[in-house]
């Protein structure tokens, strides 16, 4: 299986949504953009929901049936691991290799001394067109390199390797992510990542790596943007670089996670994989579900007060829904409105508040990232939740679409 050049995760934590967000795909690719959909959801996202990945494979096939996609698509086992991957297998075709949770483990003395020695043909410098400085590889800097990493794709080459044995060879798209720790990787770890992940004969047809800033659930990028985009575009080239020289699928690009709404950087993005050709990967999440809850506003009556009843049981249990996201929200108490003042808006004020539109004057990011955690609150609801989204489809429906289309893939691929 060969993903898209260009592909876009869509998360959907209550599979109610699978038509509108690949409505906008459609729509981008009748613009000239065809954009591979990947319907994605992680084994935490399951467990909170009460979910099973069948559930997300049966809304991935009928949006496609329902809709007449022709093109790929994909059903992602997003950041899986040994001990979750079987949950998976009959239902995924994509699988994200999480082996974050890895990274500085220590790797025995034999598996150090195979890989130094798989770098010496490397040599003592290596150059990467578009890169001005030279890797300078020493025994010190493979030592450093392989302190950090080494343990981590060791085990991305376990988890591939039950996979394949269970799915067979060529019929999944794998991707490695190492995007979930707090010190980014640079691109001269990337270089010697990707020489790991060729030694362990991982096909990797996308890799997540940890870049400089926050990047934050459901809100925009916070950091160097000079730096952001300098470090992406050398990624961009060191993946070039190894696909020949370390025999990787030549389809490898990078991945960006908590992808939704870093509206700053895509126009960088889009610059760069636009200047060197190549493809990109986003993933999203809660994006879906947030557009749920103000889509629910919008249609008001019983919507509205469910909206509400959302936001002020996630104030109330704030610590709780917000542990698990802990290193990627940001979240100022002084900045959440009181349950009083929630009680008292239209559906418009909370919609506004909740949407994500740049400079917009009602719109809270703190207000936004509160609810992008809590999900687990209508997830509780059950039947009382899941019935308003049918009731409202059509509105919750444009609203999916429309932030994914015009906020996302426009900004994205210059559309």
Avoid at 22 to 41: F, R, Y
Avoid at 373 to 384: D, Q, S
Wanted: hydrophobic residues 40%; glycine residues 8%.
């Amino acid at each position: 299986m060969i993903l898209g050049k260009y592909s876009f995760g869509v998360g959907d934590r209550f599979n109610h949504q699978g038509e509108a967000q690949l409505s906008a795909l459609i729509t981008a690719t009748s613009e000239g953009v065809e954009v591979t959909p990947v319907w994605n959801k992680s084994n935490r996202e399951h467990n909170i929901v009460h979910s099973e990945p069948v559930g997300t494979r049966m809304e991935a096939d009928a949006a496609v049936k329902n809709l007449g996609w022709e093109g790929p698509y994909f059903v992602d086992a997003d950041h899986i691991n040994l001990s979750n991957v079987d949950r998976f297998i009959d239902h995924a075709d994509f699988f994200t290799l999480d082996v974050a949770m890895y990274i500085g483990n220590e790797s025995s003395q034999e598996d150090v001394a195979a890989f130094k020695k798989s770098c010496a043909t490397l040599g003592s410098e290596v150059t990467i067109p578009g890169i001005p400085e030279p890797i300078q590889i020493s025994d010190e800097l493979l030592q450093q390199v392989a302190g950090k990493y080494l343990a981590a794709i060791k085990e991305a080459g376990k988890i591939y390797r039950h996979i394949e044995e269970k799915k067979g060879a060529g019929n999944f798209v794998t991707e490695v992510s190492m995007d979930e720790v707090e010190t980014p990787q640079t691109p001269v770890d990337m270089f010697f990542i990707l020489k790991m992940i060729a030694n362990e004969k991982i096909p990797a047809q996308t890799i997540a790596p940890k870049f400089t800033g926050r990047f934050n659930k459901g809100v925009d990028y916070v950091g160097d943007v000079e730096q952001f985009a300098k470090e992406f575009e050398q990624d961009v080239l060191v993946i070039d670089y190894a696909v020949k020289a370390f025999g990787l699928p030549e389809n490898l690009k990078l991945s960006v996670h908590s992808g939704s709404d870093k509206f700053t950087i895509y126009p960088v993005m889009a610059k760069i994989i636009k200047k060197h050709n190549k493809g990109l990967h986003v993933k999203t999440a809660g994006t879906t579900w947030l557009e749920e809850v103000i889509g629910l506003a919008i249609a008001g009556d019983e919507g509205l007060i469910v909206a509400k009843e959302i936001y002020i049981k996630a104030l109330e249990r704030k610590v709780e829904l917000c542990a698990p996201y802990a290193d990627v929200i940001d979240i100022d108490d002084s900045q959440l409105p009181s349950p009083d003042e929630v009680a008292g808006w239209t559906g418009e004020k909370f919609a506004n508040t909740l949407r994500h539109i740049p400079g917009y004057p009602d719109y809270n990011p703190n207000f936004r990232q509160l609810i992008h955690v809590g999900y687990k609150v209508a997830a509780e609801m059950g039947e009382e939740y899941t019935n308003l989204l049918k009731k409202y489809a059509d509105v919750v429906g444009s609203c999916v679409e429309e932030n994914i289309y015009d906020r996302h893939l426009k900004r994205l691929f210059d559309l």
